[in-house]
């Protein structure tokens, strides 16, 4: 027999060699005995309630051994039992045989199945009595040997009454066969003396049966006492321990407090995983409360108490957001990490004279506040070029370095001098520019500036207006020029002429014309109401315009004239232009009919071109094929398509 060697590993529990062979006699904890009473199986229930994890491991390698010892037991009670069972058997046997014998040497049929059935159910029953009267205690520790040795006492005499049956029916049907008839009380004799001559091998099997049922009973009433002893011991030692162990409220305090913990720590985290702790922005961006949500919310706002911030001031600043039921703490870096850009600009100055640092750089670009300072500064004493380092520095740190040109000249005592500026006359309504055909001389061009002081003249009324013309040099030398301007009053007023240009517009447009269209009209009026005459007084615009529309002749300046009262009351752009002046003088006009400007002129030439709506290119190429007919300064007007 294998033992399971095993050390108590539970707090509380001792086992001794003595107790655990006690144990093993009683059965304690093997599943195929009886259990304890109902005070003992509710007692054994709430203590294997209350074992822990240590004491039932202990339990179950206390099982385990036990259950092996009992098998090992059942199988030598079983061996015995068949011993016994095998002799019976053979007794049995040698009975059965000489009855037999005797039924067949007296040759009726009844008889014999009277002995056979009579014998074999008396035996049958017996020696299941006896084998069960042993094997019952294997099973079930023997409390039930008593009921089993009755069962098998009533199975004895079932039998029998069962094998008188089986002869009486095998009488009957060997009567019905044709047989001999026969003596039925002779048969119940017969019968009744086979079973006395049993008596006495009954009476001797049924004392053995009784003998293995009373050391049984015996065996099994004694592993009942031991059980009940171990078992008491066991619950004194575990018991008292497990119900202090079960009405400890620390443990349950402790159990209440970590849960709290737990749940107080898993909601912190949900609600701190909302939102981003730190926001870092460039300086000069936007900061919106949903910037610092991991899910946009466009409702989220900054509390009251959020520290204010200035986005184009780099510092940290605390800030609370506001979002649903949730106010997340943040917080708000502005870093200025971009450097400032600028255009360097180059300088003159006079000798002995200065400049400030920012007057070398223009279009400073930056998020923050910039400082310009010089990266060394300049020699303004000394005639001459040199090159100057700016130095632009933004809040954040960042720097950028310019180089600009500063150039220092000699001491100017020379005033600039004023070309072109002469008396001008015009004609009541009429706008005029001052500064036309006007420019300044210097020996020292650079910062020459030219202004013109025409306060006192009134466009609207005839008369005679001065007009001042200075100009001021970088060493602060003045020039000054005094011109007059005269306006004259027209012959024909601009009212009467607006009349004339109003009522050949109503003849030539329609409302649902676009101004290419208008335009178009406009050209084709003037080439064919108009002829062409080699004289007209280029003095007056509007007197020209009515030559145009009244008598219906002039030159190139009653042509042009007449195009730009007729596009001006039809709200088409347009603007005179001439060729520079040289032995012949030409006018034409431009117009935009919302793509840009083109060149149009409706004077006829020998050629007969159809200068409508001619980019600047086309009419330059033609211009030079002809003489330079329409050479005109592109840097006066605006630029051509």
Request: charged share 30%.
């Amino acid at each position: 027999m294998k033992r399971i060697e095993y050390s108590p590993i539970s707090k509380g529990v001792v086992q001794t060699e003595g107790s655990a062979l006690r144990k093993q006699a009683s059965g304690i904890g093997n599943p195929g005995q009886d259990t304890l009473s109902d005070r003992g199986g509710r007692e054994d229930r709430e203590d294997a309630d209350s074992l822990d994890l240590e004491e039932q491991l202990v339990s179950a390698l206390y099982l385990v051994q036990t259950k092996n010892e009992a098998r090992e037991r059942a199988q030598e009670i079983s061996r015995e039992t068949q011993g016994r069972g095998g002799q019976e058997a053979q007794r049995r046997s040698g009975a059965r045989g000489g009855q037999e014998a005797q039924g067949r040497s007296r040759g009726r049929v009844s008889q014999e199945t009277q002995g056979r059935s009579g014998a074999r159910g008396g035996q049958e029953a017996q020696g299941r009595s006896g084998a069960r009267a042993f094997q019952e205690p294997q099973r079930k520790g023997g409390l039930q040997g008593t009921s089993r040795e009755s069962q098998g006492v009533s199975r004895e005499r079932g039998g029998s009454q069962i094998g008188q049956d089986r002869a009486r029916e095998g009488a009957r049907q060997s009567q019905r066969r044709g047989q001999e008839p026969f003596n039925s009380r002779e048969i119940q004799r017969k019968s009744q003396e086979s079973s006395s001559s049993r008596e006495p091998r009954r009476k001797s099997q049924d004392t053995e049966s009784a003998q293995a049922a009373r050391r049984s009973r015996q065996e099994a009433e004694a592993a009942r006492r031991d059980r009940r002893r171990l078992e008491t011991e066991w619950r004194k030692e575990v018991r008292p321990r497990k119900r202090r162990k079960k009405g400890n409220p620390a443990i349950v305090l402790i159990i209440l407090a970590v849960f709290v913990l737990l749940a107080g720590g898993g909601g912190w985290l949900y609600v701190d995983s909302l939102a981003y702790k730190v926001c870092r922005v460039e300086a000069g961006v936007e900061v919106k409360p949903s910037d610092f949500l991991k899910k946009p919310d466009e409702n989220a706002v900054f509390t009251g108490d959020s520290q204010n911030f200035d986005i184009t001031e780099p510092g940290e600043y605390k800030v609370k957001v506001k979002s649903g039921l949730f106010t997340h703490g943040c917080k708000l870096i502005i870093e200025d990490t971009v450097a400032p850009q600028a255009q360097p600009v180059d300088m003159r100055v006079e000798k002995g004279s200065s400049c400030e640092a920012e007057q070398f750089v223009t279009d400073i670009v930056d998020a923050t506040q910039v400082t310009v300072s010089y990266g060394l500064k300049p020699d303004f004493d000394t005639v001459g070029d040199q090159n100057v380092q700016i130095i632009l520095t933004d809040k954040g740190g960042n720097q950028t370095t310019l180089e600009a040109k500063l150039t220092v000249f000699p001491q100017d005592s020379e005033p600039p001098q004023i070309i072109g500026a002469t008396d001008l006359t015009i004609f009541v309504g009429d706008s005029v520019s001052y500064k036309k055909d006007v420019t300044v001389e210097d020996n020292n061009p650079e910062g020459v500036e030219l202004s013109v002081d025409s306060s006192a003249v009134n466009l609207k009324e005839a008369g005679v207006y001065p007009v001042v013309y200075t100009a001021t040099d970088a060493a602060g030398n003045t020039t000054s020029v005094t011109v007059n301007l005269t306006i004259k009053a027209r012959e024909h007023g601009i009212d009467e002429v607006n009349a004339l240009a109003d009522q050949v517009l109503a003849r030539i447009l329609t409302p649902d014309m676009t101004l290419e269209q208008k335009a178009r009209a406009i050209f084709d009026y003037n080439k064919s109401h108009i002829g062409y005459i080699n004289n007209s007084d280029k003095s007056d615009w509007v007197k020209a315009a009515y030559e145009g529309l009244a008598l219906g002749k002039g030159d190139c300046y009653v042509y042009a004239c007449t195009a730009k009262l007729l596009l001006t009351r039809a709200e088409i752009p347009n603007m005179d232009i001439a060729k520079i002046p040289t032995e012949t003088l030409h006018y034409w006009n431009l117009v935009d009919v919302g793509d840009g400007w083109y060149h149009f002129d409706t004077t006829p030439r020998v050629d007969h071109p159809v200068i409508y709506m001619w980019t600047d290119e086309k009419l330059m190429e033609y211009s030079k094929n002809h003489k330079n007919c329409h050479n005109y300064d592109h840097s006066a007007y605006p630029k051509v398509n």
